[in-house]
C-alpha cells in the first residue's frame, strides 16, 4: 500500500501547510512537494512490477497485481506531467487557489489507484468517488468563470446520475450473488445462470452505461465538451488522460470479471456482452470524429477526440481472449500509454497558446511555425500521433488493436477504426495548416515556461520512441502481464 499511502500522507501535509503558509508565500513550493510525491509513489510501483504472486489485501478486496501496477503507473506519470506543467503557468487569475489545486490532483489519482487494484463493489465505489467528487472540486475552482460554473454543475449533476447508475447495477449483482467480491459475484452468476439471466443483463447494461458515462463514450459523452471547455486547462488534461484511464482500468476489471469469464461464457450472454461493447465503441469513434470537424475551440475539439479515442481504447475489450488473441491487454496498455503521452503534450501547447496569446480556439495557432518554430514542430509530431500516422506512439497503437481486430474476425469493426481514422486527418491537419499555412495578424509573441516546454518535449520524445521501438514497451508488458494471474482469476 505504499504507493497509495505515499500519496494520502502528502496531501494531508500539503493541506496544512497550505493552512500555516503566509498569504503571500509562493504556493509553487507546493506544487513541488506534490509532484515529489507523486515521484515517489512511481518509484514504489515500479519496485512492485515483476512477475510475482498476486497479493491480496482486506479479504480479497484489493489486489496487487500486476494490471493493477501497470495501470498505476499510467495514472501517476499522468497526473506528474500535469503537477509539473502547472508550476510557474497556473495563475491566480485562472485557478484562485492554487495550493487546493496542487494537493486535491492526489486525493484524486489516489481515488484512480483503488479502482484499478480494487476486487471488490465496495472498494471499487470508495475509488470510484474518491476520484469523481475530487474532480467536482477541481472543475469549478474558476469560481468567477461562468463557463467553469456551467461545466461543473453539469458534470456534478451527470456524474452524480451516472455514480447511482452504477450502485443500481451493483445492487443487483450483490442481490443476485449475496457478495460483493468478484470473483465470487462470477462463480454465483454462473452457476444460477438459468434462473437469473434477465437480471444479469440489466446489470451489465447498467454497469455499461455507468462506466461509459466515466470514460466519455458515446452515446454517453455529452458532458465532456462543456466540462473540458469550461475547467483550467491543466483540470481538463487530468480529466483527460487520469480520470478516464482509472474509468477504463475498472471497466476492464469488471466486465471481464464477472461477465466475460467463467461459466457465463458459455451462454449467450457472453456474446452479447461483447457485441454490446463492440457497439458502444462504434458509436464513440463515429460520433466523436464526426463531431470534431465542426469544432474550433481547441479544448472542445481535444474533447471529441478523447472521446472517439475512448472508441478505440473499448476495442481491445470488446474482441476478448481466444487461442488467437491473446494480446488484449498489451493493446490496450500501449495505445493507452501513447494517447497519455499525445495528449499531455497537445494539452502543454494549449496552455503555451493561452498564456501567449489568450486564445483557446484553433485561430491561436495562426502562424504559430513563424513564432515559435520549435514548438510548432514538437505539435506536428503530436497531430502525427493523435493522427495514427507513421511513426509515432498512435500509430503502432491503432495498428495493433486492428490487427486484434482482424485476429477475430470483426471485420466491420475494423473498418469503423479504418474509416473513422481517415476522417480524424481532416481535423487534425486543420491544426497542422493553421500552424504554417495561416498568419497571425497581430504577431503575438510566444512564451514558453521551462515546465510546460520540458513536459511539451518529453512527450514528443515517448511518442516518438513508441513508434520507432514499439518492441520495447509491448515486450515489457507481455513479460510482466499474466491473463490468468493479474486478470481473471479475481478470487
Known sequence: ??????????????????????????????????????????????????????????????????????????????????????????????????????????????????????????????????????????????????????GAFKYMVLGGISSAIILYGMSFLYGMSGSTNLAEINTALAQNATGFLPLIYVAFFLLLAGFGFKIAA??????????????????????????????????????????????????????????????????????????????????????????????????PLATYFSMVHYSNFSEFSFYLIAYLFMNIGMFAVLMIIEHSTGDENTSGLAGFYYRAPWTAVATVFLVLSLAGLPISGGFFGKLYILLGTLQTQHYWLAAVMIGTSVVSYYYYFGLVRQMFMRSDDESRQVVVTWPLGITLWLCVAASIVLGVVPQWVLGWIERIFSISQDLLFLG
Not at 475498472?250 to 452479447?272: K, M, S
Not at 469513434?285 to 464526426?290: K, Q, S
Open 1 to 150: 500500500m505504499a504507493p497509495e499511502l505515499t500519496l494520502i500522507i502528502a496531501a494531508v501535509v500539503l493541506s496544512l501547510l497550505d493552512l500555516v503558509l503566509p498569504k503571500q508565500t509562493n504556493r509553487m513550493l507546493l506544487g513541488w512537494l506534490s509532484l515529489a510525491s507523486i515521484l515517489i509513489s512511481i518509484g514504489f510501483v515500479i519496485s512492485f512490477l515483476q512477475p510475482a504472486e498476486t497479493k491480496q489485501l482486506l479479504g480479497f478486496s484489493y489486489r496487487i497485481d500486476d494490471f493493477a501496477n501497470i495501470m498505476k503507473l499510467v495514472l501517476l506519470t499522468g497526473a506528474g506531467f500535469v503537477t509539473f506543467m502547472s508550476i510557474g503557468a497556473v495563475k491566480e487569475q485562472e485557478v484562485p487557489h492554487i495550493g487546493e489545486y496542487f494537493y486535491l490532483l492526489l486525493p484524486a489519482t489516489m481515488g484512480g489507484m483503488i479502482m484499478a487494484s480494487s476486487g471488490d463493489l465496495i472498494t471499487l465505489f470508495v475509488g470510484l468517488e474518491l476520484l469523481s467528487i475530487t474532480s467536482y472540486i477541481l472543475v469549478a475552482m474558476r469560481k468567477k468563470d461562468l463557463r467553469a460554473n456551467e
Open 218 to 315: 458515446a452515446p454517453f459523452h455529452m458532458w465532456a465538451p462543456d466540462v473540458y471547455q469550461g475547467a483550467a486547462t491543466p483540470v481538463t488534461a487530468f480529466l483527460a488522460v487520469v480520470s478516464k484511464a482509472a474509468a477504463f482500468a475498472i471497466t476492464f476489471r469488471v466486465l471481464y470479471g464477472v461477465f466475460a469469464v467463467g461459466g457465463l461464457n458459455q451462454l449467450p450472454i457472453h456474446g452479447d456482452v461483447l457485441m454490446s461493447l463492440m457497439v458502444v465503441a462504434a458509436l464513440a469513434m463515429v460520433m466523436g470524429n464526426f463531431t470534431a470537424l465542426r469544432q474550433t475551440n481547441l479544448k472542445r475539439l481535444l474533447a471529441y477526440s478523447g472521446i472517439a479515442n475512448s472508441g478505440y481504447l473499448l476495442v
